[in-house]
């Protein structure tokens, strides 16, 4: 056997390793912490029903992945968090925690394109009657000739 040709199971066998390791998805990620100084929300049933701002300080956890497949699909995934988010009333001084997760899936490149975002947003009084609640689901299907397919969006906002 010739040296030339004793070398194609080696170059054939770097050839399916450099295609296997290119058909792999690409994976990124973003993990970050946003620190807030003075976020102000309006708490409508704070202050016995009379509402007031409140300002918040803390850490904001942020989270975001990226996947890209061979055949071009994007995937983006965004998570927030808040992390010790505390407030003050600014007429009453009651402490408030923010607690919560915020989450999105954008789905790219495919046949159809996928997005779907869930909020569930708290804002925990002291006492009763001061808890404010903010819940947002959200989806959407887009067909590959741009027409909505599918859609859903669902809101509300309690005083509890």
């Known amino acids: 056997m010739s040296k030339r040709r004793a070398q194609w199971p080696i170059i ?16 990124s990620h973003s993990n970050e912490k946003i620190n807030f100084d003075g976020f102000t ?56 925690e923010a607690t919560g997760v915020t989450q999105e899936t954008d789905v790219f490149g495919t046949v159809n394109t996928v997005i779907n975002f869930v909020n569930n947003f708290r804002m925990i009084g002291q006492g009763p009657g001061n808890n404010f609640l903010v819940h947002q689901n959200f989806h959407v299907t887009v067909n590959a000739n741009g027409d909505i397919t599918s859609t859903h969006d669902n809101s509300s906002v309690e005083c509890k």
């Open 12 to 27: 054939c066998g770097l050839v399916l390793i450099a295609t296997a390791a290119f058909a792999q998805a690409v994976v």
């Open 41 to 96: 929300v309006n708490v409508p049933c704070a202050n016995g029903g009379s509402g007031e701002d409140v300002v918040f300080l803390g850490d904001l956890h942020v989270l975001i992945t990226s996947t890209v497949t061979p055949n071009g699909r994007v995937r983006l995934k965004f998570h927030f968090h808040p992390q010790g988010l505390s407030g003050i009333g600014a007429v009453t001084g009651d402490k408030y």
